[in-house]
């Protein structure tokens, strides 16, 4: 397995290959973005490990390049989560990259272990998937020309890797003013919330919050689930908040959030599944389509990473598959109507 390693530090550059090697990796090392564009097409890396901050060419813009031309998963590894990084890092997965991690700072440092075993296992989770360029467009003008004619309370969505591509296509194809909340369970690395709220209000006009423990949900209004903690909200459209737990799988978890829903809204819920590997939301999706909701899930071939989708379709979860671009027309169409 060939992974490109691009970082304009020699010493993390250094860093990085011994601790991947000690893995088994190839190593083919980049010390820029213009030197990985010029060498990729060569050493054909299985995988690539991005820095953010370059000189030239920064994580956003040589990701988006490399996945123009090539289908290689990108994980961004970042030494901090400040300001000007956090929002180059969240444009590098809005074009593509699959996961971001904390940079090992070196054996001495007593983060060293974690951060080093965090970054082979988010490598060995990616190096098997099929990766796609993201969605180009956004919504075309007209309306989906199915309706619904159920009561709808609020839109619930979940994604993982891939998914911010997606939900700047979905979110910013939205024209019309939304009659509902709107609550997003998004998997991102620790220190990156904040700037993932920022982003998604650039995205669309819509008011982008962190939910706070009973705090009433608000039509029109866009939620994030907070840190560390579990997306729930009660029969009253109040938010109930849980701790996640070191046996976790996901944590914020989609299906915690859509089970969640199925016991306390019944069927009166539009819940959307986008990009993202693995099988969370996928069971309790189906759950909810089950009770009677609207379920729309990502089509897989528009999904950077189609796991998720995948799962949803196999498990008959989807009253509709779409691609981003159509989830908008049909949320503009059922807007218009409420």
């Known amino acids: 397995m060939r992974v490109m390693v691009i970082d304009d530090s020699s010493v993390a550059r250094q860093l990085l290959r011994s601790l991947l090697e000690s893995e ?124 619904w004619d159920k009561p709808i309370r609020l839109v619930a969505i979940g994604a993982s890797a891939g998914g911010p591509a997606a939900l700047k296509v979905l979110l910013g194809g939205l024209n019309s003013p939304c009659p509902w909340p709107i609550l997003l369970v998004q998997h991102i690395a620790g220190g990156f919330l904040d700037s993932l709220r920022d982003w998604l209000s650039l995205q669309s006009t819509l008011p982008v919050h962190i939910a706070r423990p009973g705090e009433p949900l608000q039509p029109g209004h866009l939620y994030l689930s907070p840190e560390a903690h579990h997306l729930a909200v009660s029969r009253d459209l109040r938010f109930r908040l849980g701790r996640c737990e070191p046996q976790d799988t996901a944590c914020p978890s989609i299906s915690h959030l859509f089970d969640g829903l199925a016991d ?75």
């Open 24 to 147: 088994g990796y190839e190593v083919v090392e980049a010390d820029s973005g213009l030197q990985a564009l010029e060498l990729v097409a060569r050493v054909q890396p299985d995988l690539v490990t991005m820095d953010v901050h370059m000189p030239g060419l920064d994580g956003f813009d040589t990701t988006r390049r490399l996945l123009e031309g090539y289908a290689v998963p990108v994980v961004i590894v970042t030494a901090s989560a400040n300001t000007k990084e956090a929002g180059t890092v969240i444009r590098a997965l809005a074009a593509g990259a699959l996961a971001v991690v904390e940079k090992p700072r070196g054996p001495l440092h007593p983060q060293f272990c974690p951060h080093a075993a965090q970054l082979i296992q988010t490598l060995q989770r990616v190096q098997t998937l099929t990766v796609r360029p993201p969605p180009p467009g956004t919504a075309a003008a007209g309306a989906d020309p199915a309706c």
């Open 264 to 338: 306390e809204l019944q069927g009166e819920v539009l819940a959307i599944l986008l990009s993202g590997m693995g099988r969370d939301g996928a069971a309790a999706l189906a759950r909810l389509k089950a009770k009677g909701a609207l379920t729309l899930v990502q089509q897989p071939d528009s999904a950077v990473v189609s796991g998720m989708p995948a799962a949803a379709i196999e498990l008959s979860a989807a009253c509709r598959v779409q691609s981003p671009e159509t989830m908008a027309l049909t949320l503009n169409g059922l807007m218009r109507q409420a």
